[in-house]
């Protein structure tokens, strides 16, 4: 009978702790959030370029390690240091501003080896188009921020891509590579 009691109060205290358990939100600090792109420019030199204005949101679970993280580029804000090349980049040709004015990315599966966060899969959208993507986590923690008095969680992240499956084409028939590197620094803040 006393083990009986015991399973029944084990059961009901993790039931408790499971229902209690609930993912925390963090809001994309723009100012620490960086996503940049490389693609190689005839093997001659690498073309950089990032977005500057990006927003997002994250779902935190760390008990269950799990969440969400949704994270939007306006393509409008393209900067590559160089203005013809940013409308180029901007222009119908490329990414094509005008009808899609934001790539998004939605990751919702958060792979971890221990504690350490390894990726974070979900799918990526240019061009109106969506595939499934997997960032590689290079490092990520979370943190109590002094300055701000909150907890921030981010990390440093990286894939590669066809680009082509985007339908961002231009270029491949010059010999432009179809791949690009895409490196993103993400922080958000625990609201």
């Known amino acids: 009978m006393r083990s009986t009691f015991l399973a029944i109060a084990a059961a009901a205290a993790l039931t408790a702790g499971a229902v209690h358990a609930q993912p925390a939100t963090y809001a994309v600090d723009p100012t620490h959030t960086f996503a940049t792109f490389e693609i190689s420019h005839f093997g001659a030199s690498v073309n950089r370029g990032r977005f500057d204005k990006k927003e997002g949101s994250v779902q935190f679970d760390k008990a269950a390690k799990t969440g969400k993280v949704e994270l939007t580029l306006h393509i409008g804000s393209i900067n590559t240091g160089t203005a013809p090349f940013d409308k180029h980049l901007q222009s119908a040709e490329i990414f094509d501003a ?24 979900g799918n990526l959208t240019i061009k109106g188009k969506t595939q499934p993507v997997t960032l590689k986590a290079n490092q990520f923690t979370c943190y109590d ?7 921030v969680c981010g990390g440093d992240f990286e894939t590669t891509i066809d680009r082509t499956a985007f339908g961002v084409d231009y270029g491949v028939q010059y010999g432009f590579p179809k791949n690009v590197r895409i490196v993103a620094q993400i922080e958000a803040v625990k609201q």
């Open 98 to 121: 005008g009808q899609f004015p934001t790539a998004k990315f939605v990751g919702d599966k958060f792979t971890f080896n221990g504690d350490k966060l390894e990726s974070v899969s």
């Open 145 to 151: 921020n002094p300055m701000l008095k909150r907890e």
